[in-house]
């Protein structure tokens, strides 16, 4: 009885799958209007496209920092953006007509990495513009 059964069942399913195989489906299209449902290729094409992979390649080399340090050079160019920071500062201090002298050495004093006596820091909020 088993036997029956599957032999039905293999029967069954290959009917049908050979009716789907003699079957082939055919698509509708009209001229000028969009299809009504996605036509697959039967095969997939892949096209490198060299104006795009540059500019991938130019977008992806920008957007990678610069990891070099040069030789030693550092060291020099910190110590010369310090100094031009302290002489900016020491000028809006300088510049500043509504700070007593006290307010304004206090600020000369607090400049970090200096260390600046009470009588030079007068002397040289007392300098002219000249002499400055």
């Known amino acids: 009885m088993l036997w029956i059964f599957t032999g039905a069942v293999t029967l069954g399913l290959t009917i049908i799958f050979s009716f789907n195989l003699v ?6 299209v ?4 969009p299809a009504s449902e996605d036509i697959l290729a039967p095969r997939s094409i892949n096209y490198d496209s ?4 540059s ?18 050079n550092d060291i020099g160019r910190n110590q010369l953006s310090l100094v031009n920071a302290v002489f900016s500062f020491t000028d809006v ?12 050495l206090s600020y000369i ?7 600046i006596q009470e009588q030079v820091g007068l002397d040289l909020l007392e300098l002219s513009a000249a002499d400055y």
């Open 30 to 33: 009209t001229l000028g209007e």
């Open 109 to 115: 004093q607090a400049i970090n990495r200096l260390t």
């Open 23 to 28: 079957t082939a489906s055919e698509v509708q």
């Open 50 to 53: 060299e104006v795009l992979l």
């Open 93 to 104: 201090v300088r510049a500043d007509t509504l700070a007593t002298k006290e307010t304004q």
């Open 55 to 72: 500019t991938a390649r130019e977008n992806a080399r920008a957007a990678v920092p610069e990891q070099y340090v040069r030789d030693g």
